[in-house]
């Protein structure tokens, strides 16, 4: 047991709602879906995501590839405790979005200079040529919320 703990696993998320974008006659709708994590190193910080889903048949099946289109916000929602050694880059979510080779993942990096936890949300499938991306920022700040 002892030895799982010294791993990190990323965080789950808990899905906030979606949001239809299209209506299909047969199977599922297309839509939006806003889902929100906590940085499971980082107290204080929790970020929503929002990916497009694919509806119809296949998407109703669980065989449809969604597309990589998402945003990314993380913002302050307590006050933050960084750990003692913060990885230079560390994955705090994944989650697949097809059957086969593709997910969604945002990485945790800190920003030293400016004291700013920087997430970054990938599409692991490239596209043209490059990655679908997103990025949000926190700066590291005393908390004065209720």
Request: charged letters at 15%.
């Amino acid at each position: 047991m002892l030895l799982l703990s010294a791993f990190t696993f990323p965080a789950v998320a808990e899905t906030v709602g979606c949001v239809t974008t299209a209506w299909m006659l047969i199977g599922a709708n297309h839509k939006v879906c806003v889902e929100a994590f906590v940085d499971p190193k980082i107290a204080g910080v929790t970020c929503h995501v929002s990916q497009a889903r694919t509806g119809g048949v296949t998407g109703s099946l669980g065989l449809a590839q969604d597309p990589s289109q998402f945003s990314l916000a993380c913002r302050q929602t307590g006050p933050i405790a960084l750990p003692d050694k913060l990885p230079k880059d560390e994955t705090v979510f994944a989650e697949d979005t097809s059957i086969l080779f593709k997910e969604t993942r945002v990485v945790r990096m800190w920003d030293a200079t400016h004291k700013t936890l920087v997430y970054v949300a990938i599409s692991r499938k490239l596209i043209d040529g490059a990655p679908a991306n997103s990025i949000s920022t926190v700066p590291v700040m005393a908390w004065g919320g209720r």
